[in-house]
Structures are given as structure tokens and as C-alpha cells.
């Protein structure tokens, strides 16, 4: 009998005591069997220590890796991709603690990769000219939408939502990538994966999502975040690239 082909989501973390909880039991609630590895940058608020009390009911699928200190976005999913490649899982997911991206959705983007539909899955806002954004005001949609244009203008990738942090990847593409030369650790980490990922040749297909901006917790948006995503696309395009 064939292995199972093993699928794992990594939820980054910090300060999300009031969402890890429910977040984990959400995804372990699905009709697909996901493995969870909770990246911690030492949240002081105990994010940590929720997830310890949890692995005494899920100790065969809930995975925590501690790091000693807040790096970026970036650095906590480079850390867990290096985990789930070591532990050798075939589809690997990228998903914020907070419900902006519906767990639901994670059986959606694992179907594209198992059905080879795709190398990569984008769970996306900005399709078909909609914007399906719940809960943000008009700014912050106005700065994500024409963010992913201008990314789309810049570099020429055929992805709508290019600062997606909803993501799932075959072990494949993971495995092409130099991962000590990914520059980026906000918004633009999300940005120069998928194309890098698409320079390589690995198709990339958006499925639709509602993204539902936090109830509980503190978002983590900060100027400059939207600075380096700025900058980092022209340094993408018009600079080396691995």
C-alpha cells in the first residue's frame, strides 16, 4: 500500500492567545487530515503555552516550533518550510491564526496540488474583478488591490492577489528554492515567493476566498511592511534573482 502523501499548515504566530485555540481545533475539525506546526516568536502573551496544553490531545498532528525572537513573517514560514521539508510532507500550507483566511478553504487549495491542477494554490481576494474583503475600510482595500496591480505591472506574474498569505505548495517548489536568498520578511516575502516560484516554471492557480479581516487580537500591518513590498517588487524585477 502507498504512503500517505502527508499535508501540513503553518500558522506564524505572535500574540494570538485568542484565536490559536480555535484556529487548531477549526482545521483539525475538516474532512482532510492536516498536520499543524505553529511557528511562536515568543509571544509574551502565552500563544506558546496554549499550544503546549493542546499537543497533550493532539500529540500524533500538532507540531510547535519556538523562536526566540519576533524576525518577520518571512523568517517564521522559511523556519517552518525547512520543518515540513525535513519532515518530508508533501503539501505544505501557509495560513494566518486570526480567521482572515477561512480554514474551510484549505481542502480547496489542497485539491488543485493533488490533482496536479497546479504546483502552487493561492487562496485569493481579487478575482474576477470582485474584491471580496470583509471588515477593512476603504483604504487598506484600495492600498492591497492596487498593490497586486502595480506587482502585476512590475514583474508581469499572472496572479491577481500577489500579497496572498493564504498559500499551499508542493514539496517540489519549496524544495527548487534557496531559501537563504529570500530579502524579504513582510509583505513582500508573500510577493517574492510566488515569483520566484513562477520565474521557475511552477504554475500557480487562485482559488476564491472571503477574507475576513481579525475580531480578536491586534493586527500586525505597520508602514513598513507596505514600504519594503513597495520596493522589494522593483529589486524582484530589475535585480539578480536566484
Given at each position: 500500500?502507498?504512503?500517505?502523501?502527508?499535508?501540513?499548515?503553518?500558522?506564524?504566530?505572535?500574540?494570538?492567545?485568542?484565536?490559536i485555540?480555535?484556529?487548531?481545533?477549526r482545521?483539525?475539525?475538516?474532512?482532510?487530515n492536516?498536520?499543524?506546526?505553529?511557528?511562536?516568536?515568543?509571544?509574551?502573551?502565552?500563544?506558546?503555552?496554549?499550544?503546549?496544553?493542546?499537543q497533550?490531545e493532539?500529540?500524533?498532528k500538532?507540531f510547535l516550533?519556538n523562536?526566540?525572537?519576533k524576525?518577520g513573517l518571512?523568517?517564521?514560514?522559511i523556519a517552518?518550510?525547512k520543518?515540513?521539508?525535513?519532515?518530508q510532507?508533501?503539501?505544505?500550507?501557509e495560513?494566518?491564526?486570526?480567521?482572515?483566511h477561512?480554514?474551510?478553504k484549505l481542502?480547496?487549495l489542497?485539491e488543485?496540488l493533488e490533482?496536479?491542477e497546479a504546483?502552487?494554490?493561492?487562496?485569493?481576494r481579487?478575482?474576477?474583478g470582485r474584491?471580496?474583503v470583509?471588515n477593512?475600510d476603504?483604504k487598506?482595500i484600495?492600498?492591497?488591490?492596487?498593490?497586486s496591480?502595480?506587482?502585476?505591472?512590475?514583474?508581469?506574474?499572472?496572479?491577481k492577489?500577489?500579497t496572498?498569505?493564504?498559500?499551499?505548495?508542493?514539496?517540489?517548489v519549496?524544495q527548487s528554492?534557496?531559501?537563504?536568498?529570500?530579502?524579504?520578511?513582510?509583505?513582500a516575502?508573500?510577493i517574492?515567493?510566488?515569483?520566484k516560484a513562477?520565474?521557475?516554471?511552477?504554475?500557480?492557480k487562485?482559488?476564491?476566498?472571503?477574507f475576513t479581516?481579525?475580531?480578536k487580537?491586534?493586527s500586525?500591518?505597520?508602514?513598513g511592511i507596505?514600504?519594503e513590498?513597495?520596493w522589494?517588487?522593483?529589486?524582484?524585477?530589475?535585480?539578480?534573482?536566484?
Amino acid at each position: 500500500m502507498p504512503a500517505m502523501k502527508k499535508s501540513l499548515v503553518i500558522i506564524p504566530t505572535y500574540n494570538e492567545k485568542d484565536n490559536i485555540r480555535d484556529i487548531i481545533n477549526r482545521v483539525f475539525q475538516l474532512k482532510r487530515n492536516f498536520d499543524i506546526l505553529v511557528v511562536d516568536d515568543n509571544s509574551p502573551d502565552g500563544t506558546a503555552q496554549i499550544v503546549k496544553q493542546l499537543q497533550k490531545e493532539f500529540s500524533d498532528k500538532l507540531f510547535l516550533l519556538n523562536r526566540p525572537e519576533k524576525k518577520g513573517l518571512g523568517k517564521a514560514y522559511i523556519a517552518g518550510f525547512k520543518w515540513a521539508l525535513q519532515h518530508q510532507y508533501n503539501y505544505i500550507f501557509e495560513m494566518d491564526a486570526d480567521f482572515s483566511h477561512p480554514p474551510v478553504k484549505l481542502i480547496e487549495l489542497l485539491e488543485v496540488l493533488e490533482k496536479n491542477e497546479a504546483d502552487v494554490s493561492v487562496g485569493s481576494r481579487y478575482l474576477k474583478g470582485r474584491i471580496n474583503v470583509v471588515n477593512w475600510d476603504l483604504k487598506r482595500i484600495l492600498l492591497s488591490y492596487f498593490a497586486s496591480i502595480y506587482v502585476r505591472m512590475i514583474t508581469g506574474i499572472p496572479v491577481k492577489d500577489t500579497t496572498a498569505g493564504f498559500v499551499g505548495y508542493k514539496k517540489e517548489v519549496l524544495q527548487s528554492f534557496n531559501f537563504d536568498k529570500i530579502e524579504f520578511v513582510g509583505y513582500a516575502f508573500q510577493i517574492e515567493m510566488k515569483y520566484k516560484a513562477w520565474k521557475k516554471g511552477f504554475v500557480i492557480k487562485e482559488i476564491p476566498i472571503i477574507f475576513t479581516d481579525r475580531i480578536k487580537g491586534k493586527s500586525k500591518m505597520h508602514g513598513g511592511i507596505i514600504s519594503e513590498a513597495i520596493w522589494g517588487v522593483l529589486k524582484m524585477r530589475f535585480g539578480k534573482s536566484d
